[in-house]
């Protein structure tokens, strides 16, 4: 009997690598550190003075803060976050580049960015981010007990009454994926991918920067 030819199609792709900042008259792994520390300051002052969003995750956030509904367009108000906008761009290049865009005359843009805070007990339910391209998070503190950030198998509501993978599977086949990334780093995914941050059990603030990608014609 002929053995069948078994191919691996329409795979998802998910980048994580250390973000590199490149500052003048620096070498690139303390730019990097203290863009880090400069965005710790800055996103700790937003969360005090962004009323707004205070409101907005009291309801929606519970226990955490994000400035999603309120100022999401970090990377045009403030210095730090304009600075890793530029740290951004060779990884976002890269990963389009990963997945054989072929961006013709238009580019990818930063559409928005924010912060998030999650201190113990806050999770951060399934869900897209509809109208953007690439989206991804820069994290700034992970302290141990921090969630990962969990991908799911985007056909998983087309699985209808398929058996349950086995344990052992191979990671690509597994219906669910957690990545546990550490302060510094940088993941990157296509934002129709359904993602959530389980509850948080670290005994200090996990805290990231989040971002939109479109893509515009030029």
């Not at 109208?131 to 302290?143: A, E, L, N």
């Not at 991918?193 to 670290?202: N, T």
């Amino acid at each position: 009997m002929r053995a069948l030819a078994l191919r691996s199609l329409w795979p998802t792709q998910i980048y994580k690598s250390k973000l590199v900042a490149s500052v003048k008259r620096r070498t690139r792994p303390q730019a990097s550190q203290n863009l880090i520390e400069e965005l710790l300051r800055e996103t700790l002052i937003i969360r005090e003075i962004d009323e707004e969003g205070q409101a907005w995750s009291k309801d929606r956030y519970v226990n955490g803060f994000t400035s999603y509904a309120s100022w999401d367009d970090l990377h045009v108000r403030f210095a730090a976050f304009e600075e890793l906008e530029k740290a951004l761009r060779p990884h976002v290049r890269k990963f389009a580049r990963d997945l054989a865009w072929d961006l013709g005359t238009g580019h990818l843009e930063m559409s928005t960015c924010w912060v998030n805070v999650m201190p113990p007990d806050c999770t951060h339910s399934w869900h897209i981010h509809p109208q953007s391209v690439i989206s991804g998070t820069v994290y700034i503190s992970t302290p141990p007990g921090s969630s990962p950030i969990k991908f799911e198998d985007p056909r998983h509501d087309r699985m209808m009454n398929s058996p349950p993978r086995r344990q052992d599977a191979q990671l690509q086949l597994q219906p669910h994926i957690a990545i546990m990334p550490e302060a510094g780093e940088v993941i990157l995914f296509e934002s129709w991918l359904r993602h959530e941050v389980p509850i948080s059990k670290a005994r200090r603030d996990r805290i990231s920067v989040s971002f939109n990608y479109s893509w515009r014609d030029a």
